[in-house]
């Protein structure tokens, strides 16, 4: 493929399978984040260093792209919203600009479902529900603010689209399994609510081609001015499949349960203790994390199947099997 893509966020386990798959696809890549280079990035893709907040650097960075792959993000459920305002959405504003100076092509958000929160469980959720309201942390409110800008965008020069990716997990993912691992180990995981809500759970290599199938559809002319749910469209039940995967790597399943009333009434004890003691960390427990362990969250990819031509490439249960063969590769 001719042209060359600049990925943000490069450094990161996403944004490094990304530069992978479109490296794959015969794309040129300029690969960007806040740290050094990686050392499992691909010898051929370009990488950066950069802060993008800084408006020249940036420009920089744009300079003879076809297409913006912004991936970079500062996500959690804790911290100073200024610290997400600025790497959730000013950032993504002078990516914007310094796009549209440069000629760019396409953009590519990646966005996430929890900008739709709504405190309700969701079932089938697509495209037509509503940005949420009352954000229950800064991250969903700034990625929502930071899509809204990236589909405004969207016109004859410059083509731009969301990707909402849910619950990302693989072969050297350090983030979902590493804390339930973490916090099993210490004895402090607990089933939320009943145990039977059910959960999308995206496998990191169909994130990339996720991706890959959004660069080439805008580059073509196609799918732009709106976002996307990239699931497996394979929700499974939360807690047994948790329970797998830990029984394979030789812990005990978790048993004991909390109800979701009372995981909230922990969550906002313990977010009322972190801001009076302006304690550093995240807490234990948040009334954002207490919903997201106890309902339903699953959502249809079905308008990104259909628009943008993307196919999961791997199945959720060649996923488990993929995962638990790299964790018993590591040991």
């Not at 792959?69 to 990516?95: D, F, I, S």
């Not at 969207?154 to 983030?175: F, Q, S, V």
């Not at 009943?194 to 990339?208: Q, S």
């Amino acid at each position: 493929m001719e042209g060359r893509i600049l990925v943000t966020g490069a450094s990161g386990f996403v944004g490094g399978a990304v530069c992978r798959a479109l490296r794959e696809k015969g794309f040129s890549v300029r690969g960007t984040g806040r740290r050094s280079r990686p050392s499992d990035l691909p010898a051929e893709v370009e990488y950066v260093a950069a802060d993008l907040n800084d408006a020249a650097v940036v420009a920089e960075l744009c300079a003879g792209v076809v297409a913006v792959v912004h991936m970079a993000a500062k996500a959690g459920v804790w911290g100073p919203r200024e610290a997400y305002y600025q790497a959730n959405v000013a950032a993504t504003e002078c990516l914007l600009e310094s796009a549209r100076g440069a000629g760019v092509q396409a953009f590519v958000f990646t966005s996430t479902p929890s900008v739709v929160f709504n405190g309700e469980a969701i079932q089938g959720g697509d495209e037509s529900m509503p940005y949420g309201t009352e954000f229950p942390c800064f991250y969903p409110e700034t990625k929502a603010e930071a899509e809204r800008r990236v589909l405004a965008a969207d016109g004859a020069g410059l083509r731009t689209l969301a990707l909402r990716p849910h619950l990302i997990w693989g072969p050297g993912d350090p983030h979902l399994f590493p804390r339930v691992f973490e916090r099993v180990d210490a004895g402090k995981l607990k089933i939320v609510g009943d145990g039977r809500n059910r959960v999308d759970l995206t496998y990191i290599d169909n994130v990339a081609a996720g991706h890959v199938a959004a660069v080439e559809s805008l580059l073509a002319g196609r799918g732009g001015g709106r976002a996307y749910f990239l699931t497996q469209d394979e929700p499974v039940a939360l807690w047994p499949f948790v329970n797998r995967v830990l029984e394979a790597t030789g812990r005990a399943p978790v048993r004991k349960k909390i109800s979701l009333k009372l995981a909230l009434l922990a969550g906002t004890v313990c977010e009322g203790i972190w801001k009076i003691g302006r304690l550093g960390g995240e807490p234990p427990m948040t009334r954002f994390v207490a919903k997201e362990l106890a309902t339903d969250h699953w959502f249809s990819s079905a308008g990104a199947r259909e628009v943008l031509g993307y196919e999961p490439v791997v199945s959720m249960e060649e996923g488990v099997e993929r995962y638990l063969e790299a964790l018993r590769n590591e040991n």
